[in-house]
């Protein structure tokens, strides 16, 4: 029952690093990108005994000739192959469970990633309620912009001047003579 439990484990494992940045991908084959990244990600590249060049050829090895990507039994097959490497000493059943136990349940890291940063200086110049003149006009009262109406110069087709106090009472002021 445990051993069902890890396999699936490692097919989801395999499945998740399958789909790690590529919107097409089905999840059933790992491309050479992804394979050094699950291999770096959980650990099984170590710096000494297994480095990204051996995962590297392992890939090599273990796909079709003309393929570019690996299923998930030629996966297994890699992962045999760099199990007694990783883990000198061991029997080769020890090395693989151990090389199983590296990568069940990991899903792919997102290292690295660009955030915003809020720090002092961003903070004040992104502040759209610091923000004055022209530029005030382009961001509602929630910080939110305007979108085209706040950048484009609309006319007013009343008939008046810009801020002119007594707009719109023509009309009162002929109809009372």
Known sequence: MAESTDMEQLLTSFKKFAIHGDTKA???ELNGKNWAKLCKDCKV??????TGT???IVFSKVKA???RVITYEEFQKALEELAPKRFKGQSK????KAMYQLIEGKEPTNVGVTRVAKTGAMGRLTDTTKYTGSHKERFDDSGKGKGKAGREELVDQTGYVGAYKNAGTYEEKTKAK
């Open 26 to 28: 089905t999840g059933k």
């Open 45 to 50: 590249i170590d710096g000494k005994n297994i």
């Open 54 to 56: 051996d995962v590297d």
């Open 65 to 67: 000739k003309t393929s």
């Open 93 to 96: 059943e020890e090395a693989l």
